[in-house]
């Protein structure tokens, strides 16, 4: 082959060659890519894990340095901390710390805090001086940490702070002394802005953790980004006291004095709608739909349609923006209260879903069946986050706590089972019926379980020693309805005997209608219905599932209002809210002291 030739041939292969080339590179790209991001994943994911794992550690090694702090005032002398909060007051120090950190104020706080404590020999005041200094200066090293702490500038009601925030209740929630100082700290947030944040969570853990706070002194404090849901604040007073978005769902503020209070971006949510099925008479089914009703006025807000078969069980979440539904037609559907839009479908019980409830936080949704399991829904998601087994019947009725830890549940198979929300495992199983169980519903406080049966029975259960504390009979029908009032003190329970009897929690005795107290008691369950309403009191023969909220309910009967303001995060001063639930708005001092 001469130079001419081979040059020609070259160029013909040219075409040829760019073909086979581009046929390797198409086939290197297909499987190449796919094998890319098959490795990109995975490295995703190791990553994801590994910062997953050391924000765990980060957290868990917070919670041990909190503790570790509040670990340092559990031998200190809670007289000391109402002597502190005067001095501070009365020389209207607004820097505690640099206060308390000077030596001659020092000596002078202890000299204060001696007299206070009682009169003693002069070896006796020594060594009393010694003790009182030392306390001071444990006092003063903790409010330094704690100002640099993160617990002074996160809000430990927030999501990614909630297992840390258990792990400290658990580890203080029984030192009487702790929890003195956590309540110093929430008054300090009246005087010492540096440490709001911090007394803001210190009041959010006082009511986690269930201490008394009825009857005290809160004035002036000043609180934010916190969330006090369910918090019994009978007869405080929070005269001159700020609140910054906070939410005050379901407090108990009856009796308050409440002068000149600041709450802006207030967060409350209020039921102000009733949810009923109907039954249709004529094919002794449901008509499958669920009706909003405006509770004042008796007119139907919306129906909702989606479901094919009998609706079982409504829930509302507790911002109330969202409602859920089990149906006969194995779904569960969360629906959009303003839009009436059906939201999601959650598919995964095999059989009729009979009972939902929603966690209080209302990212969780539970769910019980016929098919004998409970299954864990995450809101957001609308994925299953798990399954429950263990019960051996259909499951009547679930109920979470309002710490949202426990989840109550009653079955066909006679027995109760408590269940710890976070982990899914069965905590323990409480055995008493004689048969299925209808309904289950935790107090306000969480330290009790109503349980309504086929026995005819109810039986309130202690649970944390998980014993039996009371059998009530008298129902002549199955029980398949409990509730308690939101402050607690009283419960209901509903048969087919078309009576409602009420009971007093402590002593189980029937509240009867002579009773002095009984409208008063009676109206905490009532819904008001207007004499011209569409909704007929003969309906109450056709309703199958009536809640009016299992969530504490927001009170404020009797609490005095002078001046201030109740802003919520929509800009409405919520005045006219507390004048409904039974408040006095003053006009002036001089009216107070008339009354």
């Known amino acids: 082959m001469n130079f001419q030739q081979d040059h020609l041939h070259r160029q013909q292969s040219i075409p040829n060659l760019h073909k086979v080339l581009t046929s390797i590179l198409q086939k290197c790209t297909r499987y190449f890519y796919p094998f890319c991001n098959i490795q990109l994943k995975l490295e995703q994911e190791k990553f994801n894990f590994k910062n997953k794992k050391k924000k765990m550690q980060s957290s868990f090694q917070e919670k041990d340095a909190l503790v570790g702090i509040f670990d340092q005032v559990k031998d200190v002398d809670e007289q000391i901390y109402g002597v502190i909060l005067e001095i501070l007051s009365k020389e209207k120090i607004q820097d505690c710390i640099g206060f308390l950190t000077d030596i001659g104020n020092q000596r002078q706080s202890e000299s204060q805090i001696l007299k206070r404590v009682g009169n003693?020999?002069?070896?006796?005041?020594?060594?009393?001086?010694?003790?009182?200094?030392?306390?001071?200066?444990?006092?003063?090293?903790?409010?330094?940490?704690?100002?640099?702490?993160?617990?002074?500038?996160?809000?430990?009601?927030?999501?990614?702070?909630?297992?840390?925030?258990?792990?400290?209740?658990?580890?203080?929630?029984?030192?009487?002394?702790?929890?003195?100082?956590?309540?110093?700290?929430?008054?300090?947030?009246?005087?010492?802005?540096?440490?709001?944040?911090?007394?803001?969570?210190?009041?959010?853990?006082?009511?986690?953790?269930?201490?008394?706070?009825?009857?005290?002194?809160?004035?002036?404090?000043?609180?934010?980004?916190?969330?006090?849901?369910?918090?019994?604040?009978?007869?405080?007073?929070?005269?001159?006291?700020?609140?910054?978005?906070?939410?005050?769902?379901?407090?108990?503020?009856?009796?308050?004095?409440?002068?000149?209070?600041?709450?802006?971006?207030?967060?409350?949510?209020?039921?102000?709608?009733?949810?009923?099925?109907?039954?249709?008479?004529?094919?002794?089914?449901?008509?499958?739909?669920?009706?909003?009703?405006?509770?004042?006025?008796?007119?139907?807000?919306?129906?909702?349609?989606?479901?094919?078969?009998?609706?079982?069980?409504?829930?509302?979440?507790?911002?109330?923006?969202?409602?859920?539904?089990?149906?006969?037609?194995?779904?569960?559907?969360?629906?959009?209260?303003?839009?009436?839009?059906?939201?999601?479908?959650?598919?995964?019980?095999?059989?009729?879903?009979?009972?939902?409830?929603?966690?209080?936080?209302?990212?969780?949704?539970a769910s019980g069946s016929e098919d004998s399991s409970i299954r864990l829904w995450d809101v957001k998601t609308g994925q299953q986050k798990t399954k429950l087994d263990g019960h051996s019947g259909s499951v009547w009725s679930v109920c979470i706590s309002l710490d949202g830890n426990t989840l109550g549940s009653g079955s066909d198979d006679k027995s109760i089972r408590l269940w710890d929300v976070k982990t899914g495992q069965q905590i323990d199983k409480l055995d008493g019926h004689t048969n299925g169980i209808l309904s289950v519903c935790f107090s306000p406080d969480g330290n009790t379980l109503a349980s309504g049966s086929n026995d005819k029975s109810i039986r309130l259960w202690d649970v944390k020693t998980l014993q039996q504390k009371t059998k009530l009979d008298g129902h002549t029908h199955n029980v398949r309805s409990v509730c308690f009032s939101p402050d607690g003190s009283t419960f209901a329970s509903g048969s087919n005997e078309?009576?409602?009897?009420?009971?007093?929690?402590?002593?189980?005795?029937?509240?009867?209608?002579?009773?002095?107290?009984?409208?008063?008691?009676?109206?905490?369950?009532k819904i008001p219905l207007k004499q011209h309403s569409h909704i007929s009191e003969d309906t109450s023969n056709y309703i199958t599932t009536l809640l009016i909220s299992q969530q504490a309910v927001f009170q404020a009967e009797g609490a005095l209002i002078l001046q201030g303001y109740f802003i919520n995060q929509s800009g409405i001063d919520l005045k006219t809210l507390f004048k409904q639930k039974g408040s006095c708005l003053l006009e002036n001092l001089q009216e107070f002291n008339n009354q």
């Open 120 to 365: 003693f020999t002069q070896a006796d005041t020594e060594q009393k001086l010694s003790f009182i200094g030392n306390d001071m200066k444990q006092i003063t090293d903790v409010l330094r940490k704690l100002q640099v702490h993160d617990f002074n500038y996160k809000d430990f009601t927030s999501e990614e702070n909630e297992e840390s925030t258990i792990s400290v209740i658990n580890s203080i929630k029984d030192n009487r002394r702790i929890i003195e100082f956590m309540e110093f700290l929430v008054q300090l947030t009246s005087i010492n802005e540096t440490l709001i944040q911090c007394g803001s969570n210190s009041l959010n853990l006082l009511i986690q953790m269930k201490v008394d706070i009825r009857n005290k002194n809160f004035e002036n404090i000043n609180i934010q980004n916190t969330f006090l849901v369910g918090a019994n604040f009978v007869r405080c007073n929070f005269s001159g006291s700020i609140f910054n978005n906070v939410n005050i769902s379901g407090i108990n503020l009856n009796g308050a004095l409440l002068f000149n209070c600041r709450w802006k971006e207030l967060k409350i949510h209020e039921l102000n709608k009733l949810v009923c099925h109907k039954f249709v008479n004529s094919s002794s089914s449901y008509d499958s739909s669920i009706r909003l009703w405006d509770v004042k006025t008796g007119q139907q807000k919306a129906k909702l349609d989606g479901h094919t078969s009998t609706v079982y069980s409504i829930c509302f979440s507790s911002d109330r923006n969202t409602l859920a539904s089990g149906s006969f037609d194995k779904s569960i559907r969360l629906w959009d209260i303003k839009t009436g839009q059906q939201i999601a479908k959650l598919d995964g019980h095999t059989q009729y879903v009979k009972s939902v409830c929603f966690s209080p936080d209302g990212n969780i949704l």
């Open 498 to 525: 078309n009576s409602i009897p009420l009971r007093d929690v402590k002593t189980g005795q029937e509240i009867k209608s002579s009773d002095i107290n009984y409208k008063d008691i009676f109206a905490q369950f």
